[in-house]
């Protein structure tokens, strides 16, 4: 008990009520020794007065602090008492809905009555692995830690998981064997997991039921081994049973059930296959409607059956046995509805109406007399003679009663022996982790031989229970080395030796069973005589001479005696047995074969749960009592128990009416008083409850020491602070590495500690509050002060402004009267202006008017005369008109009958002349061509335009001349009018040309700006495309993102399932190879990885059919002849020799068709020749036409120049004449050039269309006269080919104008260059000049100096340049060689190529010492040689023996992928497919193998960087244009030649794809460890953590000297991985996709740790986490990483966080979270807010009306149902093009490598 001086004012205590079991009070008065009352007050305010015993003065228990309160263990409480323990599971149960507790080494488990997410494969993964007290309370933490122990100590398990019925012992169990199943897997059958989770479906149906507290409530005890071998793998299973309820198959109380395989058989009696069994409805039985109630809400039976047999299935039981269950099951049924009517008053029999009887008989194939005659008489043996007896009616029901629960019992056994059957394997197991699911401590208003028995086990399990938690405590002292006092435990030995001992209950009953005349009252005067008063635990009721009462541990229990006489007999009429012996059904007499014939004993399961024994006990065994077959079992079960290191589970009902979350205090406390809690608290309680680590007790109370209490020492500054403020030595006791302490001591640290936050609390407040104060009161001041100032300024703003005003109204009294006066004056002169102005204005109306009058009037004469004169017209023309229109018409219908006539005979013209069109339409056509020819003549006139134009001017000139003459000779007038008028014709000739070039020009601007409105138009619709969709487009291209990465997420994880495959199968092949090379002990093996690497060479080799050379080496490397393999040589070789001949009798029939087309070709082209010809002929004469029109024109140009008559300038000799005459020649010969040029390019198309239509009717029909080359010119017109010559020529012309403007440009760029070296040489010169005159100026030695200088520097610099024309000239000449060696190769001529392969070598040895290095660099094509004997030497290397850190730290990056690429090179130059084919997949295999040898991270990082840079070298020397434009042209002539290797571009992209994933689990196993003690338990913020006190379930330690990770060693890790991949040359991007997933990994580990930890939710723990992402985000920055999506990642974390930190009190609030948290899922915040724990007093609790109105605004998120973040995803990755920079010739291979063997070429 606590000490009075704790009894203060404000303590909280609580005191009994009849309502709430408890009920909590503060005291309003302190307490002192010899007070008789306490004075308290209730939560209510309620004043009460609590009396205390004067005699004991026991006070209440007192109450633990709010922070205490919700702990994940009991024992972590300061007041250890029972209402602590029941107000701890409440909060945790009712307020934030968690149904797991620990209680030292207890779990808790109530039940929710409600199906909860916490069970899924998820949690599995989040607690496996994890010690017990790092994670919240759960049923896999128990699981983990049984099978964590199993692993480690090597020793047997069990789970015990008691409870009353409706209390989930059920599902605890099925859920621990869930757990197992897979976190465990199978070594040897995949199945065994499935049959032992599918075991659970089958014993529910036939031993679960409904009863008044639970709908599946199981009505036998269990225990399940689960056997294990070596390696922790699942290998079978086996089942024990104990007490089945066997009264329930033929009675049922009120609101209650039979078991569910009766109803589920029901329900299915309306299917075919059940239409034999005879069932119907559940209330046709009495067996299944005794209750009333056959239907179970939310449980279809139908359903119920079908995953029965599906399970009955999976466990090996056919469908013969099953419908053999069915029908014995059925028959129990039909058995309980037979009538025994009484005959007589000591004789009955079966009523004739009842056919149930026939039913039975003929379902269980056994004779109708038979058991007819023995259900109504029974067999009575006596030393002489046996006779027949009939019984009464009520012994003949009983009987039947007997024979049906029998039946049903040995049906059970049958069924159970067939589950451990096929659990079962033939591999012995190594240990086990056994459940027991067996039923809690009962006791009801009548409690019966049932509740006996199952009282009686509970005492034995609590019994091994108290020894097991006495032994634990006692180990916990003895290692922290504390004086061991012995603790009072309650020991519960004399209520076993009640039971069980010598003339104990059940002895007596036994022998009373043996009495011929023995009663249920006679057997409790035997109880009564023999215990009462002689034993503490026997008591007798008052009011009762047939009941007896036992003090049980947990309560006293009051048996009635009825009933317990005949349920311990069990007897069944052995002549009845006798009968179903002798049935014809073969399941039926297995049932019973035990009971003739002992078997062997088994260490199998016993399945007699109706006899409580094992099923192999022979007939007279099962004469056995029921209570001596339990009490062996029993004893069985607890040296099984005693033997395995149990775990315990204990199984709380809240309330009886089955409402989820609700806790029905009395029912709580008679549940953990029954199942051991509170025995547990009691014995903590008697020693030291609470304890703390040095560190975590220092951490909490560091508030309480002083600076000199503060040493280096933790233990000493500990118990220097304990000495000061516990003054009572015996309250508390140092271990080696823990405090001990009192229960009660924690909560007065607590006190003294909130004390002392108070006072700096009041100390603060008090500081802050004084400035808060003077800061008010200076505002104030400043306020008053401000005041004045504007009042003052106001007064004197108001005395102004009355002056002002004073003032103004002077000024406006003066200026209104003055505006009165002159607005008077300006009324007078305005009336006598008006009167002015309308009396003139009235006179000059009245002249208007007379003057309009006149006006109009001779308008109307006017109009009207004309309007007659123009009716007269119409009048006329409208006659004439009418008259033209008769005389017309009249005519136009004669000439349409002519037209008719005609047009007729046209018709029959056009019948006649069919064809003409085609030809009128060619003739269009040619009119169309010279319509083309004649605009390129007015081009060219356009151009004589430009030249007449400069003529002109010579002509002004000359006309200037002849006015100078006519100036001289005034008798050449004439002369000069001639010229006059001959100028004027010209002018008219310009003027012509003027308006021809305007009228083009005009065409063109209409061109021009039909072509911008087009353009406009054309970017109007792009603009408008852009902008309309440019919004679905982003959609869409998001959408296929996003299904793009899906696809590729699902890709790599069927890479990642086939990667496991073939790591399977290799392991598979490795077991199978040393198997048999185990089984030739005389057969010396190689090195493992030399055999692993031939084998799969031959393997491979054999796959893709290598050559005779290979196989002759594999041959060598052996040294044994093979003959098999030397007759498939041979055969290869018969093979091969076929092929070549067949090969050259193809190329022969090949030789013959080329032949035959040449042939062809030689007609066909002097077929074009001739069509040539007709075509040159016909342009000839069109030419010839033109050449007449122009000389018409030149003969009529010529006359108009010769029009002056006597004129001598006009004659054929004078000057005009002969410019004009020179222009019109030079015209004419280019346009005659022109043309030959024009029928020079036509006649070559026409050659060139030939040679494509001879090709096409070639291939096509010959006959097709329209596609024939030798058709006429009409008909080759007719089909259109003249018009695609036409087309080709303008092609053509298009091609000569770029040629010629490309030899324009080339020509500039000539003269350019030559201007530059005539510049150049200018400067040369100036400068040989300079250095002259300066050398002149020189001594005659220094001047001779300086021309030498001079000379060297020139040589030089003609050395360099005749340096870099040979580099030249050898680039060429590799060329060529090149170029010659594939010629070589495809005709058949080797011999070649090693004449050019040894002339680089001839070269080099001509050429001078000086420049042989640079020759021989210049010659490397960056290409190794090898031969064949070297290519696994080569592999071994480069690959196997090649350690990743001294390549990585002394060469280049990717250098091993670089050389293997570099080999590549040279097998596809030498055009050697097999090479490249072993050189790829040894590559990779040997990859492969490395990795699976080694895998640590650097061996992964180091290929994987190997990989991606030989997948990129095959990329970038693909020769594919995408990716040789990023080459330099050095680099585009090391592309691939021979080979497409694309295929292998995808393997090797698998196999990065798998590095990466292996990558990503080895960073996993690394970092995983780190994570949670880092993020969460480093205190990295010193003093801001606070540690609440922990139970006996320590969670890992939280504090630097314990915890080996911090975030520290997080960073340090990261920096490794980022370093070590980059220095081993990985690409950026695939960096940043490493670290992206490390920073999700640490999410979803600290997320998933934050939600499963109660401990973890608090303001202190937020603010740790957000401090630890900043570190990350500052690590981020530092690596410039911010783009690679490891931020985001964080996301959720950096949003739990902030929950933690934030406001949770108002709906402002609420609607501030749901905002916040778009990251978490709803089921995420209700948790964590659900989980959030105070650390300190000063914080507040989530209400539970806060939690429901944040669930209400996230009620509409669509989001997955998960709890916890998946940690196993792996992000897909791409690996993009990164072309390399290195050039291939410049890579030196390093000698410590030993590759002397490669050649370099």
């Known amino acids: 008990m606590a000490a009075p001086e704790l009894y203060s004012k404000f303590a909280r205590v609580w005191i009994p009520d009849t309502s709430e079991v408890w009920r909590s009070a503060e005291l309003t008065r302190d307490y002192r020794p010899g007070d008789a009352v306490l004075h308290l007050q209730l939560e209510d305010e309620t004043e009460v007065e609590y009396k205390l015993d004067p005699k004991s003065v026991v006070l209440p228990p007192l109450r633990n602090p709010d922070i205490l309160v919700g702990e994940n263990d009991l024992t972590a409480l300061s007041y250890l008492h029972e209402p602590a323990v029941l107000h701890n599971l409440r909060v945790r149960f009712t307020d934030s809905k968690l149904i797991y507790t620990y209680c030292g080494i207890i779990l808790v488990a109530i039940n929710p009555y409600e199906s909860l997410p916490i069970y899924g494969s998820d949690i599995i993964n989040a607690y496996s692995g994890q010690n017990m007290g790092d994670m919240d309370p759960h049923i896999f933490a128990v699981s983990e830690e049984a099978y964590k122990q199993m692993a480690r100590d090597e020793k047997n398990q069990s789970i015990i998981v008691s409870g009353e019925s409706g209390a989930g012992k059920t599902v605890s169990a099925k859920y621990a064997m869930r757990y197992f199943a897979t976190v465990s897997g199978s070594s040897a059958e995949a199945s065994v997991e499935e049959k032992v989770l599918a075991s659970s479906p089958i014993m529910e149906a036939i031993g679960n039921a409904k009863t008044t507290r639970n709908d599946n409530s199981s009505r036998f005890g269990k225990y399940i081994e689960i056997g294990f071998d070596r390696k922790h793998h699942i290998v079978g299973a086996n089942m024990r049973t104990y007490l089945l309820e066997k009264s329930r198959v033929v009675f049922q109380a009120s609101e209650e059930r039979n078991y569910h395989i009766f109803y589920q058989l029901c329900a299915c009696a309306h299917l075919p296959e059940f239409e034999p069994l005879k069932l119907g409805s559940a209330d046709d039985f009495p067996y299944t409607n005794q209750g009333r109630s056959p239907v179970i809400v939310g449980v279809n039976d139908l359903k119920e059956m079908q995953a029965t047999k599906k399970a009955f299935s999976l466990l090996g039981i056919t469908e013969a046995h099953q419908m053999?269950?069915?029908?014995?099951?059925?028959?129990?049924?039909?058995?309980?509805?037979?009538?025994?009517?009484?005959?007589?008053?000591?004789?009955?029999?079966?009523?004739?109406?009842?056919?149930?009887?026939?039913?039975?008989?003929?379902?269980?194939?056994?004779?109708?007399?038979?058991?007819?005659?023995?259900?109504?008489?029974?067999?009575?043996?006596?030393?002489?003679?046996?006779?027949?007896?009939?019984?009464?009616?009520?012994?003949?029901?009983?009987?039947?009663?007997?024979?049906?629960?029998?039946?049903?019992?040995?049906?059970?056994?049958?069924?159970?022996?067939?589950?451990?059957?096929?659990?079962?394997?033939?591999?012995?197991?190594?240990?086990?982790?056994?459940?027991?699911?067996?039923?809690?401590?009962?006791?009801?208003?009548?409690?019966?031989?049932?509740?006996?028995?199952?009282?009686?086990?509970?005492?034995?399990?609590?019994?091994?229970?108290?020894?097991?938690?006495?032994?634990?405590?006692?180990?916990?002292?003895?290692?922290?080395?504390?004086?061991?006092?012995?603790?009072?435990?309650?020991?519960?030995?004399?209520?076993?030796?009640?039971?069980?001992?010598?003339?104990?209950?059940?002895?007596?009953?036994?022998?009373?069973?043996?009495?011929?005349?023995?009663?249920?009252?006679?057997?409790?005067?035997?109880?009564?005589?023999?215990?009462?008063?002689?034993?503490?635990?026997?008591?007798?009721?008052?009011?009762?001479?047939?009941?007896?009462?036992?003090?049980?541990?947990?309560?006293?229990?009051?048996?009635?005696?009825?009933?317990?006489?005949?349920?311990?007999?069990?007897?069944?009429?052995?002549?009845?047995?006798?009968?179903?012996?002798?049935?014809?059904?073969?399941?039926?007499?297995?049932?019973?074969?035990?009971?003739?014939?002992?078997?062997?004993?088994?260490?199998?399961?016993?399945?007699?749960?109706?006899?409580?024994?094992?099923?192999?006990?022979?007939?007279?065994?099962?004469?056995?009592?029921?209570?001596?077959?339990?009490?062996?079992?029993?004893?069985?079960?607890?040296?099984?128990?005693?033997?395995?290191?149990?775990?315990?589970?204990?199984?709380?009902?809240?309330?009886?009416?089955?409402?989820?979350?609700?806790?029905?205090?009395?029912?709580?406390?008679?549940?953990?008083?029954?199942?051991?809690?509170?025995?547990?608290?009691?014995?903590?309680?008697?020693?030291?409850?609470?304890?703390?680590?040095?560190?975590?007790?220092?951490?909490?109370?560091?508030?309480?020491?002083?600076?000199?209490?503060?040493?280096?020492?933790?233990?000493?500054?500990?118990?220097?602070?304990?000495?000061?403020?516990?003054?009572?030595?015996?309250?508390?006791?140092?271990?080696?590495?823990?405090?001990?302490?009192?229960?009660?001591?924690?909560?007065?640290?607590?006190?003294?500690?909130?004390?002392?936050?108070?006072?700096?609390?009041?100390?603060?407040?008090?500081?802050?509050?004084?400035?808060?104060?003077?800061?008010?009161?200076?505002?104030?001041?400043?306020?008053?002060?401000?005041?004045?100032?504007y009042t003052r300024g106001h007064q004197a703003r108001c005395l102004c402004n009355n002056l002002r005003r004073t003032r103004a109204a002077v000024i406006f009294q003066k200026y209104t009267r003055m505006w009165a006066a002159r607005r008077q004056y300006l009324r007078q002169r305005a009336a006598a202006v008006l009167i002015q102005r309308l009396l003139r204005g009235y006179t000059a109306r009245l002249e208007h008017k007379r003057l309009v009058f006149e006006h109009k009037a001779l308008l109307i004469q006017r109009w009207v005369r004309g309007f007659l004169a123009r009716w007269r017209f119409r009048r006329i023309k409208r006659a004439v008109v009418y008259l033209q229109c008769c005389v017309r018409r009249m005519l136009a219908r004669r000439e349409l009958k002519k037209l008719k006539i005609e047009a007729r005979s046209v018709e029959h013209y056009k019948t006649l002349n069919f064809g003409m069109e085609n030809k009128i339409m060619q003739l269009q056509r040619k009119l169309d061509e010279q319509h083309k020819e004649n605009r390129e003549l007015s081009e060219r006139i356009s151009v004589l335009e430009s030249h007449s134009a400069v003529e002109m001017e010579k002509l002004h000139v000359q006309l200037k001349t002849l006015e100078e003459v006519k100036e001289e000779a005034h008798h050449s007038g004439d002369l000069v009018t001639s010229l006059q008028e001959e100028l004027e014709l010209v002018r008219q000739e310009l003027e012509k040309n003027k308006e021809m070039v305007a009228d083009l020009n005009e065409k063109n601007t209409l061109l021009k700006s039909e072509k911008e409105e087009m353009n406009r138009l054309i970017q109007e619709q792009e603009q408008q495309i852009k902008e309309k969709p440019e919004l679905p487009n982003q959609e869409s291209?998001?959408?296929?993102?996003?299904?793009?990465?899906?696809?590729?997420?699902?890709?790599?994880?069927?890479?990642?399932?086939?990667?496991?495959?073939?790591?399977?199968?290799?392991?598979?092949?490795?077991?199978?190879?040393?198997?048999?090379?185990?089984?030739?002990?005389?057969?010396?093996?190689?090195?493992?990885?030399?055999?692993?690497?031939?084998?799969?060479?031959?393997?491979?080799?054999?796959?893709?059919?290598?050559?005779?050379?290979?196989?002759?080496?594999?041959d060598a490397v052996q040294m044994a002849t093979d003959v098999s393999l030397l007759l498939k040589l041979q055969r290869r070789v018969t093979e091969l020799e076929k092929e070549n001949m067949d090969l050259q009798s193809d190329m022969d029939t090949k030789e013959e068709q080329l032949q035959q087309e040449r042939t062809k070709e030689l007609e066909d082209c002097q077929r074009v020749l001739g069509a040539e010809r007709d075509y040159e002929a016909l342009k000839r004469q069109e030419l010839e036409s033109d050449n007449k029109k122009l000389k018409k024109d030149l003969q009529d140009l010529r006359q108009s120049l010769s029009k002056g008559k006597g004129s001598k300038v006009a004659s054929p000799g004078g000057q005009a004449y002969n410019v004009v005459l020179e222009q019109l020649n030079s015209t004419n010969e280019e346009l005659e050039v022109r043309k030959e040029e024009v029928l020079i390019l036509r006649s070559q198309l026409v050659n060139q269309e030939a040679f494509k239509h001879k090709e096409t009717g070639s291939e096509g029909d010959s006959g097709d006269s329209s596609r024939s080359p030798t058709l006429d010119l009409h008909e080759l017109n007719e089909d259109g080919e003249l018009w695609m010559a036409y087309?080709?020529?303008?092609?053509?012309?298009?091609?000569?104008?770029?040629?010629?403007?490309?030899?324009?440009?080339?020509?500039?760029?000539?003269?350019?260059?030559?201007?530059?070296?005539?510049?150049?040489?200018?400067?040369?010169?100036?400068?040989?000049?300079?250095?002259?005159?300066?050398?002149?100026?020189?001594?005659?030695?220094?001047?001779?100096?300086?021309?030498?200088?001079?000379?060297?520097?020139?040589?030089?610099?003609?050395?360099?340049?005749?340096?870099?024309?040979?580099?030249?000239?050898?680039?060429?000449?590799?060329?060529?060689?090149?170029?010659?060696?594939?010629?070589?190769?495809?005709?058949?001529?080797?011999?070649?190529?090693?004449?050019?392969?040894?002339?680089?070598?001839?070269?080099?040895?001509?050429?001078?010492?000086?420049?042989?290095i640079v020759r021989k660099e210049r010659d490397f094509r960056g290409m190794l040689e090898y031969r064949r004997e070297d290519e696994n030497k080569l592999f071994k290397i480069l690959i196997t023996d090649l350690k990743p850190r001294?390549?990585?730290?002394?060469?280049?990056?990717?250098?091993?992928?670089?050389?293997?690429?570099?080999?590549?090179?040279?097998?596809?130059?030498?055009?050697?497919?097999?090479?490249?084919?072993?050189?790829?997949?040894?590559?990779?295999?040997?990859?492969?193998?490395?990795?699976?040898?080694?895998?640590?991270?650097?061996?992964?990082?180091?290929?994987?960087?190997?990989?991606?840079?030989?997948?990129?070298?095959?990329?970038?020397?693909?020769?594919?244009?995408?990716?040789?434009?990023?080459?330099?042209?050095?680099?585009?002539?090391?592309?691939?030649?021979?080979?497409?290797?694309?295929?292998?571009?995808?393997?090797?992209?698998?196999?990065?794809?798998?590095?990466?994933?292996?990558?990503?689990?080895?960073?996993?196993?690394?970092?995983?460890?780190?994570?949670?003690?880092?993020?969460?338990?480093?205190e990295t913020i010193q003093g801001v953590m606070g540690v609440k006190p922990t139970g006996m379930r320590k969670r890992t330690s939280s504090f630097p000297e314990d915890s080996s990770h911090s975030l520290e060693s997080i960073l340090k890790q990261l920096d490794v991985f980022y370093y070590t991949l980059l220095q081993h040359g990985n690409d950026t991007e695939l960096v940043r996709r490493v670290i992206k997933q490390q920073f999700y990994l640490i999410c979803c580990v600290t997320l998933n740790n934050l939600l499963l930890r109660k401990d973890m939710c608090s303001w202190s723990k937020g603010l740790q986490i957000r401090y630890n992402v900043c570190q990350l985000e500052e690590w981020l920055l530092d690596k410039d990483l911010q783009g690679s999506g490891a931020r985001e990642s964080l996301e959720p974390l950096i949003q739990a966080a902030q929950l933690l930190q934030i406001k949770k009190k108002s709906q402002d609030d609420a609607d501030a979270i749901c905002t916040m948290c778009t990251a978490l899922t709803t089921q995420q915040i209700v948790k964590i807010l659900s989980l959030y724990t105070p650390v300190n007093e000063f914080e507040e609790r989530v209400s539970i009306s806060f939690i429901k109105s944040v669930q209400n605004l996230l009620k509409d998120r669509k989001e997955s149902s998960q709890l916890l973040m998946d940690a196993k995803i792996i992000f897909s990755v791409t690996f993009p093009f990164n072309p390399s920079s290195v050039a291939f010739e410049s890579i030196q291979l390093p000698s410590s490598l030993n590759l002397s063997f490669l050649t370099r070429v």
Request: aromatic share 8%.
């Open 324 to 789: 053999g269950l069915f029908q014995i099951l059925s028959a129990i049924l039909h058995l309980g509805n037979v009538e025994v009517k009484e005959r007589g008053s000591s004789s009955c029999g079966i009523s004739d109406e009842n056919g149930h009887l026939a039913v039975f008989c003929d379902l269980t194939e056994v004779s109708y007399e038979s058991m007819a005659h023995w259900l109504c008489n029974k067999k009575l043996k006596t030393a002489t003679e046996t006779l027949n007896k009939p019984v009464t009616r009520l012994e003949a029901v009983n009987g039947r009663d007997a024979l049906s629960k029998h039946i049903y019992a040995k049906l059970f056994s049958w069924i159970v022996g067939q589950v451990n059957k096929a659990l079962s394997t033939s591999s012995k197991p190594h240990s086990f982790i056994g459940v027991l699911d067996i039923y809690g401590f009962e006791t009801f208003e009548v409690n019966s031989f049932e509740q006996f028995c199952i009282n009686y086990a509970n005492e034995k399990l609590q019994q091994q229970f108290n020894m097991h938690v006495f032994k634990l405590e006692q180990e916990e002292y003895m290692k922290e080395q504390i004086p061991w006092t012995l603790i009072d435990f309650y020991d519960n030995q004399p209520c076993i030796n009640l039971i069980e001992a010598k003339m104990g209950l059940l002895d007596l009953l036994d022998e009373e069973c043996t009495m011929p005349k023995g009663s249920d009252e006679s057997w409790a005067q035997k109880l009564y005589n023999t215990h009462l008063k002689k034993s503490s635990h026997f008591e007798k009721p008052r009011m009762s001479n047939t009941a007896f009462i036992i003090l049980h541990f947990a309560d006293k229990v009051e048996y009635q005696c009825d009933g317990f006489l005949e349920k311990n007999k069990d007897t069944v009429n052995e002549e009845q047995i006798n009968v179903l012996k002798d049935s014809k059904f073969a399941l039926l007499v297995e049932l019973f074969q035990d009971e003739e014939t002992p078997a062997a004993p088994s260490t199998t399961a016993p399945s007699g749960r109706a006899k409580f024994g094992r099923a192999t006990q022979s007939f007279r065994e099962h004469k056995k009592s029921v209570g001596l077959q339990f009490r062996n079992s029993l004893h069985l079960l607890m040296d099984t128990l005693n033997a395995t290191t149990p775990h315990y589970v204990r199984c709380i009902k809240p309330n009886d009416v089955k409402a989820p979350f609700i806790m029905d205090p009395h029912r709580a406390v008679q549940q953990l008083r029954a199942c051991g809690v509170l025995e547990t608290i009691r014995i903590s309680a008697t020693g030291f409850p609470s304890r703390w680590t040095y560190q975590e007790f220092f951490s909490r109370y560091r508030v309480l020491m002083r600076k000199k209490d503060n040493l280096s020492d933790r233990k000493l500054t500990c118990q220097s602070i304990l000495e000061r403020l516990v003054q009572n030595k015996d309250k508390y006791q140092f271990g080696k590495t823990k405090i001990f302490f009192r229960a009660g001591q924690v909560a007065y640290l607590e006190k003294l500690r909130a004390d002392k936050l108070r006072t700096a609390c009041i100390q603060i407040q008090k500081t802050i509050r004084c400035w808060v104060a003077r800061k008010k009161y200076l505002r104030i001041r400043q306020a008053a002060i401000t005041l004045q100032r």
């Open 1037 to 1114: 291209t998001e959408h296929l993102q996003a299904q793009l990465n899906e696809e590729r997420f699902r890709y790599q994880n069927l890479l990642t399932e086939h990667l496991k495959l073939e790591e399977r199968y290799a392991d598979l092949r490795s077991e199978k190879e040393a198997a048999v090379d185990l089984s030739k002990p005389g057969h010396n093996r190689a090195d493992s990885g030399y055999n692993s690497s031939q084998s799969e060479s031959l393997h491979s080799s054999v796959l893709t059919g290598s050559e005779v050379s290979t196989l002759e080496r594999e």
């Open 1287 to 1412: 087309e080709s020529l303008k092609e053509t012309n298009r091609i000569l104008a770029s040629q010629l403007q490309t030899q324009g440009q080339s020509h500039e760029k000539e003269v350019e260059g030559l201007r530059a070296e005539l510049q150049r040489l200018k400067a040369e010169l100036d400068q040989q000049q300079q250095m002259m005159s300066d050398s002149l100026a020189l001594p005659h030695d220094a001047r001779i100096q300086a021309s030498l200088q001079h000379e060297i520097s020139r040589l030089t610099q003609q050395n360099m340049d005749l340096l870099e024309q040979t580099g030249k000239q050898d680039k060429m000449l590799r060329k060529l060689k090149k170029h010659l060696k594939i010629y070589v190769k495809k005709f058949g001529e080797p011999e070649g190529v090693h004449f050019e392969q040894s002339s680089p070598e001839h070269m080099v040895s001509e050429s001078g010492h000086a420049v042989s």
């Open 1446 to 1578: 001294g390549v990585a730290v002394n060469l280049i990056p990717g250098l091993p992928a670089y050389i293997l690429f570099m080999c590549l090179r040279h097998a596809d130059y030498a055009n050697d497919d097999q090479r490249v084919s072993n050189l790829l997949n040894s590559s990779i295999n040997s990859i492969k193998n490395v990795l699976k040898k080694r895998g640590d991270f650097e061996t992964i990082s180091f290929w994987l960087a190997n990989t991606c840079r030989f997948l990129h070298c095959l990329k970038q020397y693909s020769g594919e244009e995408g990716y040789t434009k990023h080459n330099t042209p050095r680099q585009n002539e090391h592309c691939l030649t021979n080979f497409d290797l694309s295929e292998y571009c995808q393997v090797l992209s698998d196999l990065a794809i798998q590095i990466y994933q292996q990558l990503i689990r080895v960073i996993e196993n690394i970092i995983l460890p780190m994570i949670a003690p880092a993020m969460l338990e480093q």
